[in-house]
């Protein structure tokens, strides 16, 4: 599936500072059964977002007026846990377009990848500075460059460069898409799979 | 420089390298679920394409199935449609389908072994990140993202960068009750749920040759939840012998072919890893787990540490164990358990349930537990039955349910309800994750029943004394 380029995000942020949130938080499992790709961010974070009887849990951020924005910051080791998709897709439904953490867990950030939101790492003393500067003013813009690789609070002399893979970086600046790629070189894969029967 | 067994593996399958980028790595065999498939689906008919090789992907029913009346319809309206969707995506392009109430229908990482999909040197993907347990065959094995299964829907590769690798090793006698799953806990307990994340991990010594495949299947099963993408164990004759005359095991001549091949599936002498860790296996003793992720496990006798103790954010700790209503420092042996869930692919094959039933025989299930018994697939159930383990069940007061994932996910009907303590054989305790409120103490099919009887956190050897 396609997705839109990313170039350069300026947005204000939204401030999660656990640590090990994993994708049975992100989207609990009971919320999967969909078979289209419609509807996810509404129960982003369902468990920590709502009481049992759906009512909002006020003491939440995602319910607290003060934060928004596209950027969400996660605490250490964020996505960890399930392959489900659906986590990430949880995440840019509900609007975010990127994820800062210190760490990611491996197969979550290759889902955010690949459907277009922007996973950045950062060290953990830049983290808890985008922590300490969204907590003392929730308008605070954060900018993250892809072209760059940095990601920097705006008018402060905070800044941090991200790795990201050239390969992936060039996709995500294009709006390409890996399955494409892969339909073109197919006649290179047949030729693979004749000479390897398995 | 010689290589790894993962490095044998995988640049075996390598059809192309990307420049600063991933591979594009060739996969055998593609296991598809309920679950993480009909998106993939919808992009095959968004791009009016077919499945490029169906003979080499395999699709089952499992994370969303009920466990009781299977032979009726699906009453969950949601489910049922999930279901129908695979049944027919599966149908329209060619792909063979083992859905509710097929014989050998099952949970997909138990399914795969049992009927020799899964072999050693192969690559296998699936869209469920336990896919890991395959490794133990000695197979390159990882979990994958929809847009990923679309991918290898469409393509028959995947594009990955090549993760770095470590080797954990442990020698030594394990001691007494303690199993495969008090391994793979112990060893996510020393590395925390992060200590493995970017690497491909190798097990060896002796502990792990030592162990039966379902073992090996347990603790590759567990690699994800260090973070790692996958584990992987060098197969040998037990490994040959489990996968000789299965269903689509090669067969005669081509037998002798793979065995030739396989053979060579090991680590050479003088590779090298980017990181190494060995432990003592005599050190490990029966396992539990008491907060919200995996690699908060102790040893089942000895106490819940205290926020000083613990390295990482504080706030995290607390709230864990605020979830769990436990108190830093106290001990876990004695507390109350309600539920017992014995099954997952985790722990749902056959030598589990003869491990549970083993230390069940000739005593009552505790009145005030709730046990739910649920094998990894129709083959293991019928084992169950087959050598007598489910009149002792019986007997000993437990029922059998009929396969699935069942309570490991709860996305079933098989939920534990708000606050209730559940004592678990599955792979994961965070919150929520077998239904809303549920707290979850994971721990080995035996420590499961030595809680089953007696309704609290028991060390199973003081109970079979
Ligand atoms: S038993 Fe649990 S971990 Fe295993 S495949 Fe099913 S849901 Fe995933």
Known sequence: ?198 | MGKTLFDKVWDAHVVKKINDGPDILFIDRHLVHEVTSPVAFLGLKNRNIKVLYPEKTFATADHNTPTRNQHLPVKDILSSKQLKALEKNAKYHGISYWGLGHENNGIVHVIGPEHGITLPGVTIVCGDSHTSTHGAFGAIAFGIGTSEVEMVLSTQCIMQPKPKKMRITINGKLNRAVTPKDVALFIISKLSTSGATGYFVEYSGEVFSEMSMEGRMTVCNLSIEMGARGGMIAPDEKTFDYVKGREFAPKKDDWNKALKLWSKLSTDEDAVFDKEISFDGSKIEPMITYGTNPGMGISINSGIPTCDQHDGSKKTFLKSLDYMNYTQGERIIGKNIDFVFLGSCTNGRIEDFRAFTNIVKGKKKNPNVTAWLVPGSHKVEKAIKEEGLLAILNDSGFELREPGCSACLAMNEDKIPQGKYAVSTSNRNFEGRQGPGSRTLLASPIVAAAAAITGKITDPRKLTV
């Open chain 1, 1 to 198: 599936m396609g997705y839109d380029k990313f170039n350069v995000l300026k947005s204000t942020a939204v401030p999660l500072p656990i640590e090990n949130v994993d994708t049975d938080q992100i989207i609990p499992a009971r919320f999967l059964k969909a078979t289209e790709r419609i509807g996810f961010g509404d129960n982003l974070f369902r468990d920590w977002r709502y009481h049992e009887d759906n009512s909002k849990k006020d003491e939440f951020v995602l319910n607290n007026k003060k934060y928004s924005g596209k950027i969400l910051v996660g605490g250490k080791n964020f996505g960890s846990g399930s392959s489900r998709e659906h986590a990430a897709w949880a995440i840019y439904d509900y609007g975010f377009r990127c994820v800062i953490s210190s760490f990611f867990a491996d197969i979550f950030k290759n889902n955010c990848l690949n459907i277009g939101v922007l996973p950045v790492q950062v060290s953990s003393g830049f983290l808890e500075k985008i922590f300490e500067v969204v907590f003392e003013n929730p308008n605070s813009i954060l900018i993250v460059d892809l072209k760059q690789q940095i990601v920097r609070v705006d008018g402060s002399s905070l800044i941090e460069s991200f790795e990201i893979n050239s390969y992936k970086k060039n996709n995500l600046l294009n709006g390409y898409d890996d399955i494409d790629y892969l339909l073109n070189i197919k006649d290179k894969i047949q030729e693979f799979s004749n000479k390897n029967p398995l």
